[in-house]
């Protein structure tokens, strides 16, 4: 059984394929935070921009196979007659959690190309099209490489300089948005003042809260 938070169609707003087509599946839950306002402050990841408790959102659900929830995200692409491949972006919560080589291959087999955005502790399964990592200073990495390294910046517990040796693709620098806890804005002028100083660093930023869609 996979539970699903929501599900829509969207532009992809962060790293390196920013402004892809997707489809987004976000699962419901996490291993590093239990999504409770309460527990936010004690938890291993304490940033968290997302609601990933339940399967109450649009296109949410409990889905008993691969087969089933395969179909459901299917049809949330266009029409595209061919012309762009169909893009499903699996997220959460963490979708290591529940992402299986099943439904990897059930996406597939309907023409999908299959990306993950993952915290990195946990280890993905074969068959990924796209792994993007997103380290969390708390947590011990898993995951030593993948396409694409994205890390929200700053977090006092994970330095860049911790991550720039591994084996990605592409390094990300992405601003702390401040309004889950409270704050204001966004890190940004020292995501800015980062890459300058160390061009392997490419600056990441959330672009769907810019245009204002999912
Ligand atoms: C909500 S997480 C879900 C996937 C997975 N659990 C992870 O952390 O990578 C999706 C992406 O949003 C990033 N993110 C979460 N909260 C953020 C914030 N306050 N500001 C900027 N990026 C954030 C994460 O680091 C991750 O790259
Ligand atoms: N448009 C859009 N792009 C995204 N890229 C990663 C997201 C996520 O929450 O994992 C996300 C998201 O929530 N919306
Ligand atoms: S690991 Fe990802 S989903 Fe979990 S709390 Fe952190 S940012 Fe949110
Ligand atoms: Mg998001």
Redesign the pocket.
């Known amino acids: 059984m996979y539970h699903v938070k929501e599900a829509f169609y969207s532009l992809q707003g962060?790293?390196a394929r920013a402004g892809r087509a997707s489809v987004f599946c976000?699962f419901s839950g996490?291993n590093?935070w239990s999504g409770r306002e309460a527990d936010r402050d004690t938890s291993i990841?304490r940033?968290?921009?997302?609601d990933?408790i339940g399967s109450d959102g649009q296109n949410g659900g409990r889905f008993a196979d691969a087969e089933a929830l395969a179909a459901h995200l299917c049809a949330l692409w266009p029409d595209s007659r061919g012309v762009a491949t169909p893009y499903v972006v699996f997220?959460?919560?963490?979708?290591l959690l529940q992402l299986d080589p099943p439904l990897i291959q059930a996406m597939q087999r309907l023409g999908f190309e299959v990306a993950?955005?993952?915290?990195?502790t946990l280890l993905p399964p074969p068959g990924i099209d796209w792994l993007?990592?997103?380290?969390?200073g708390r947590a011990e990495l898993a995951v030593d490489g993948g396409d694409e390294l994205?890390?929200?910046y700053p977090q006092a517990e994970a330095p860049p300089e911790r991550f720039q040796a591994l084996d990605f693709a592409h390094f990300c620098l992405?601003?702390?948005?401040?309004?889950?806890?409270g704050g204001t804005g966004?890190t940004l002028d020292a995501c800015v003042d980062y890459c300058l100083a160390h061009p392997q660093w490419h600056l990441s930023l959330?672009t769907h809260k810019i245009a204002g869609i999912d």
Do not use: A
Not at 132 to 136: A, D, E, G, T
């Open positions: 962060e790293g976000r996490c590093l990841c940033f968290c921009d997302t990933f997220t959460g919560g963490e979708p993950v955005e993952t915290n990195g993007c990592v997103s380290p969390k994205k890390l929200v992405q601003p702390m948005d401040l309004t889950p806890r966004t959330q």
